[in-house]
C-alpha cells in the first residue's frame, strides 16, 4: 500500500511545508476509545469500521510550527486515513486554492508507478475541493481534498489491486466501500482561525523628495540611485503584464504562481538606469513592492525558497540560496539568481512587514550597477514606533 504513505506527503506539499532539516517531526500515538467520539472533538465525524490510531506531527511551515493531525486505519482489504492542518487564516482566493490542488496532485504523481485515472471538482457546501482517483501496480487510491474555513481535510481510502484491471465485483466492493467511508464525513464544529490576511492598504503615504523615497505607511525610507529614471505606475503595470506575456511558453504552474503573485502586488517604485522610452538598453532596475500574502506570520526564508522553487524559469540558474540580512534593523531574506540567455542577475529581497510581504528587487548586468543599488540598501532606514512586524 504504497499509495497509503504518499499519501501523508501529500500535504507537506501541497500546501508549501517544509519539514525541518535535521529533525524528525514529533509523533504523539494515541487509539481512539471511541471512534466517533474522538473525531468529534477535532471537529469532525467520519465512519471508520474500527478504532482509528490518531497521530499528531509537529511540522515546519510557511507560517511557522503546526501539528497535522492523522487518522489511520489499515485492515486486511482496505486503507483509511483522515489528515488535516489548520492555516492561520481563511484560505478564500479561488486562484490560490486551485494552486494548492494542483500541488495535491502533483505529489501524488511524483512516484513514476502512479497513473491519474481521474479528477474531478467538488464542493462540500460552498467549500472547494477535488477528488483524485490513482492507481499504481497493486493498489487503487482516492483521495478527497478539502478546503473548509482555515482547515485543509485530505481523506484517502486504498484499495487492493489496479482498477484499471479490476473485476466487475472487485470494482463494484471498492466503489461501495469508498462511498460509504468519504461519504459519511461531516464538520461539526470548527477552530475560530487565529489571524486574518493582511489587505494592501489603498495608500502606502509614498513620496519621493529629491533623491529619497519614503513610504508613510511602511515608516521605510530609502536613498535612490542618482540619475535613475522614475517608471510612470502606467509603464510599471504594462511591465507586469508583459511578465505574464513572458511566461506563455513555461510550466502551468510558473504562469498560474507568477499570475497570482502579480494580481496581490502593489509596485511601490520602479526605477531604471536607461530611459524606457527613449533608450532599448537591458536596463538596471531598482524597484520597491508589497505583496499580500495568505498568512501575516509569514516566514520570510519560506518565501524565498518558495521563489527558487517556482518562479526560476528556463535558463535561470541560483547564484545565493536564501540568507539572513539586516537592512535598516529589519530582518530580510536575499536571493540571488542569473539568467545565462538574457545576460542579467537579480536579487530578491524580502521582509514581513505589518504582515506584508515587502520586497526589494535589484536587477544588474554588472558590478558597476551592483554597487550603486547596494550603497542605496545602506542607506535604508524604518522607524519601529509602533509598527507591528
Known amino acids: 500500500m504504497r499509495l497509503a504513505t504518499l499519501t501523508i506527503c501529500t500535504i507537506l506539499l501541497s500546501i508549501n511545508i517544509y519539514p525541518q532539516r535535521n529533525e524528525s517531526p514529533r509523533r504523539e500515538i494515541t487509539v481512539a476509545a471511541e471512534r466517533v467520539d474522538v473525531l468529534k472533538a477535532d471537529g469532525f465525524k467520519i465512519d471508520f469500521p474500527a478504532r482509528p490510531t490518531r497521530t499528531v506531527s509537529t511540522i515546519d511551515t510557511a507560517f511557522g510550527?503546526?501539528?497535522?493531525?492523522?487518522?489511520?486505519?489499515?485492515?486486511?482489504?482496505?486503507?483509511y486515513g483522515v489528515t488535516f492542518i489548520d492555516?492561520?487564516?481563511v484560505i478564500s482566493d479561488k486562484a490560490e486554492i486551485d494552486l494548492r490542488f494542483d500541488g495535491v496532485k502533483a505529489?501524488?504523481?511524483?512516484?513514476?508507478?502512479?497513473?491519474?485515472?481521474?479528477?474531478?471538482?467538488?464542493?462540500?457546501?460552498?467549500?472547494?475541493?477535488?477528488?483524485?482517483?490513482i492507481e499504481d501496480k497493486l493498489t487503487t487510491a482516492t483521495i478527497r481534498g478539502l478546503f473548509i474555513k482555515q482547515r485543509f481535510f485530505q481523506l484517502t481510502v486504498v484499495t487492493k489491486g489496479k482498477l484499471s484491471r479490476a473485476t466487475q465485483r472487485l470494482r463494484d466492493f471498492n466503489h461501495k466501500t469508498?462511498?460509504?467511508f468519504i461519504n459519511s464525513f461531516s464538520v461539526t464544529e470548527l477552530p475560530t482561525p487565529k489571524t486574518?490576511?493582511?489587505?494592501?492598504?489603498?495608500?502606502?503615504?509614498?513620496?519621493?523628495?529629491?533623491?529619497?523615497?519614503?513610504?508613510?505607511?511602511?515608516?521605510?525610507?530609502?536613498?535612490?540611485?542618482?540619475?535613475w529614471n522614475i517608471v510612470k505606475a502606467e509603464q510599471a503595470d504594462l511591465i507586469k503584464d508583459l511578465s505574464v506575456q513572458d511566461t506563455e511558453d513555461s510550466t502551468e504552474k510558473l504562469r498560474k504562481s507568477?499570475?497570482?503573485?502579480?494580481?496581490?502586488?502593489?509596485?511601490?517604485?520602479?526605477?531604471?538606469?536607461?530611459?524606457?522610452?527613449?533608450?532599448?538598453?537591458?536596463n538596471a532596475v531598482f524597484a520597491i513592492a508589497a505583496e499580500k500574502v495568505s498568512f501575516p506570520n509569514f516566514l520570510p526564508l519560506?518565501?524565498?525558497?518558495?521563489?527558487?522553487?517556482?518562479?526560476?524559469?528556463?535558463?535561470?540558474?541560483?547564484?545565493?540560496?536564501?540568507?539572513?540580512?539586516?537592512?535598516?534593523?529589519?530582518?530580510?531574506?536575499?536571493?540571488?539568481t542569473e539568467n545565462v540567455e538574457k545576460k542579467f542577475k537579480q536579487r530578491l529581497y524580502v521582509a514581513n512587514r505589518k504582515g506584508i510581504a515587502f520586497q526589494l528587487l535589484l536587477n544588474y548586468r554588472n558590478d558597476v550597477e551592483l554597487k550603486?543599488?547596494?550603497?542605496?540598501l545602506q542607506t535604508i532606514r524604518f522607524s519601529e514606533d509602533n509598527l507591528e512586524k
Open 65 to 79: 510550527k503546526t501539528n497535522m493531525v492523522n487518522y489511520q486505519l489499515a485492515t486486511n482489504f482496505v486503507y
Open 87 to 89: 492555516f492561520p487564516t
Open 107 to 133: 505529489a501524488l504523481l511524483k512516484n513514476a508507478e502512479s497513473r491519474l485515472i481521474s479528477e474531478t471538482e467538488i464542493f462540500f457546501g460552498d467549500n472547494p475541493g477535488r477528488e483524485y482517483v
Open 178 to 180: 469508498v462511498e460509504k
Open 196 to 227: 486574518t490576511a493582511v489587505e494592501l492598504p489603498k495608500n502606502f503615504g509614498i513620496k519621493i523628495d529629491g533623491s529619497f523615497f519614503t513610504s508613510d505607511f511602511f515608516r521605510f525610507s530609502v536613498r535612490l540611485p542618482e540619475n
Open 258 to 282: 507568477l499570475d497570482l503573485s502579480l494580481n496581490n502586488t502593489e509596485i511601490l517604485l520602479f526605477m531604471t538606469k536607461s530611459n524606457l522610452e527613449t533608450s532599448a538598453a537591458n
Open 302 to 336: 519560506r518565501i524565498a525558497e518558495n521563489y527558487l522553487k517556482t518562479f526560476l524559469d528556463n535558463g535561470e540558474k541560483i547564484l545565493k540560496t536564501p540568507s539572513s540580512i539586516k537592512l535598516g534593523g529589519a530582518d530580510f531574506v536575499w536571493v540571488e
Open 372 to 376: 550603486i543599488m547596494l550603497d542605496c
